[in-house]
């Protein structure tokens, strides 16, 4: 027959381990917070791939495809061999 023994940490001790199980499970709701601000991120990326490919299919068919636009300043420049007629 197998005997118990009930003893008791400090209250100190207890303390500290309360303490840091609370810190760990902050941290963790913290890293499930950030995830799903990831989530919504990368779909608001998808939207903006979405809108840059049908805009640049627009400017496509409007300045050719070889047309280089400085983004800076909205020059168009072309090599000899790809000017628009």
């Known amino acids: ?15 500290m ?6 810190q760990y499970s902050r941290m963790k709701l913290m890293i499930a917070d950030l995830e799903l ?3 919504s991120v ?3 990326i ?3 791939k979405q809108d840059f490919s049908r805009n640049e299919a627009e400017l ?4 050719g495809r070889n047309a280089v636009i400085d983004i800076k300043t909205g020059m168009i420049t072309y090599s000899k ?3 628009p007629n």
Request: cysteine-free.
């Open 1 to 15: 027959m197998t005997k118990t023994i009930s003893l008791n940490v400090t209250q100190e001790e207890l303390e």
């Open 17 to 22: 381990l309360q303490a840091m199980n609370t």
């Open 37 to 39: 601000q990831k989530a």
């Open 42 to 44: 990368l779909r608001e």
């Open 46 to 48: 998808e939207v903006l």
């Open 60 to 63: 496509i068919s409007k300045y």
């Open 81 to 83: 061999e790809d000017l």
